[in-house]
């Protein structure tokens, strides 16, 4: 029998050891402070790591001892570092769980407390809420975001935010839940915050100030299809669970149509931002390779209005993809992704790729001039157009009406 713990921080990491020692000292000093009379532990759940993020890790000194959890040598993935520390968890009897990114620069001791006071006092998961710029967190903005609080009705704002707190409840949940390949990598985040939020979990937001980290523009490859093809997939395998009481909206049920304030713990304030700059060359470079990479695929799978919109703005690499034709393309997507076959969702994870980074620059154009403040609020609005276009989605599913509610 091993050693059991009342709380426990763990920082997944691979090839972190410039900033993981900070991250632990700064959690340590949390413990200490605001949970001194618990029995606390810092595990960092690692891909072996070849930088020896381990021994960056195990050097520094903390007021609570530490762990370290490392995958096989060659096995990678955010996720495979969530596994191992959701097992850690459930078998050390932990009741608080806490997470944090390793290349974290504003942690602060009281991070330790906005994310692990609501789970001690019966919340199940919390997600982060902190100030980002406009142009980082892109997937997040252009697609994570506007579905789940389209979909749900939760305005959860940090899905994939990497900074969380869970219950032992909900974790024993997410062991039980199918893992995919895509789970096991980038896709962790936007799996857990779903399968809490579909699973009727207790959900609420920590404000954190200001997340300073090693930000990135509109990328594309492991991550981006990483967390699309995990988010199109959690969506559709928990289809009756937002479409059936969104058809029948009369329905005593969580998945109500109106939209549900997620409660907000810690800081309130919205702090001034990581500062944050582009190269739109580049990205309109990429955004031309994607395009001309996957048009014919492009051409396949969107309906011939979004075809002849797109694919004019390619032509004079001019892009101006607005909120309601990207809410369009998107649900297309979805709901294509959800009757297709394996090889197919994968094709269309490509198609996304050339028209999200079309979207990521008519927003920055967009918004390039605007505060923080002013380019939340439209990041909000895109939401609230998610919102109003699911009548969109509905009519796509209407073939199938028979099969989700029955005979009229």
């Not at 980074?357 to 939340?376: K, L, N």
Request: proline fraction near 4%.
């Amino acid at each position: 029998m091993g050693e059991k713990y009342d709380v426990a921080v763990g920082i997944p990491s691979y090839n972190e050891s410039k900033t993981i020692g900070h991250v632990a000292k700064m959690a340590g000093k949390g413990l200490s402070e605001y949970f001194p009379d618990a029995r606390s532990i810092i595990v960092n759940c690692d891909n072996h790591s070849p930088d020896d993020t381990k021994g960056a890790f195990l050097s520094v000194e903390t007021p609570v001892p530490k762990k370290y959890i490392t995958t096989d040598e060659g096995v990678k993935g955010k996720g495979n570092n969530f596994w191992n520390f959701f097992n850690f968890c459930r078998e050390a009897d932990v009741k608080v769980a806490i997470v944090v990114d390793a290349d974290l620069r504003s942690i602060e001791p009281e991070w330790i407390k906005y994310l692990g006071y609501p789970i001690r006092n019966g919340s199940d998961f919390v997600t982060p809420l902190y100030s980002r710029h406009q142009f980082d967190g892109t997937i997040t903005n252009h697609l994570c975001y506007p579905l789940v609080f389209s979909l749900t009705g939760f305005d959860l704002r940090q899905p994939i935010g990497g900074d969380f707190a869970f219950s032992p409840r909900l974790c024993s949940y997410w062991l039980e839940q199918p893992w995919s390949d895509m789970t096991r990598q980038y896709g962790i985040d936007i799996f857990m915050s779903l399968n809490a939020l579909f699973g009727g979990f207790k959900v609420c937001q920590a404000g954190l100030g200001t997340k300073i980290h090693n930000a990135s523009a509109p990328k594309l490859g492991q991550m981006f299809e990483e967390v699309i093809y995990t988010l199109f997939a959690t969506i559709v395998a928990n289809k009756e669970k937002w479409l059936e009481a969104w058809l029948q909206p009369s329905q005593e049920t969580l998945w109500q149509t109106e939209i549900r304030q997620v409660e907000c713990y810690g800081l309130q304030k919205m702090l001034e931002p990581q500062s944050f700059k582009i190269d739109v060359l580049k990205l309109k470079e990429n955004c031309r390779e994607e395009y001309k990479k996957y048009h014919e695929l492009v051409k396949w799978h969107v309906s011939p209005y979004c075809y002849q919109k797109v694919h004019g703005m390619f032509l004079m690499d001019n892009y101006n993809i607005d909120i309601m034709l990207w809410s369009q393309i998107v649900y297309s997507l979805l709901y294509l992704f959800g009757r297709g076959t394996e090889e197919s969702r994968r094709e269309i994870i490509n198609v996304l790729k050339p028209l999200y980074f079309a979207r990521s620059i008519t927003f920055d154009y967009q918004t390039w001039r605007y505060s923080i403040a002013y380019a939340e609020e439209e990041i909000k609005s895109d939401a609230m157009a998610f919102l109003s276009q699911k009548p969109y989605l509905l009519g796509l599913y209407l073939g199938e009406r028979k099969e989700i509610i029955g005979e009229i």
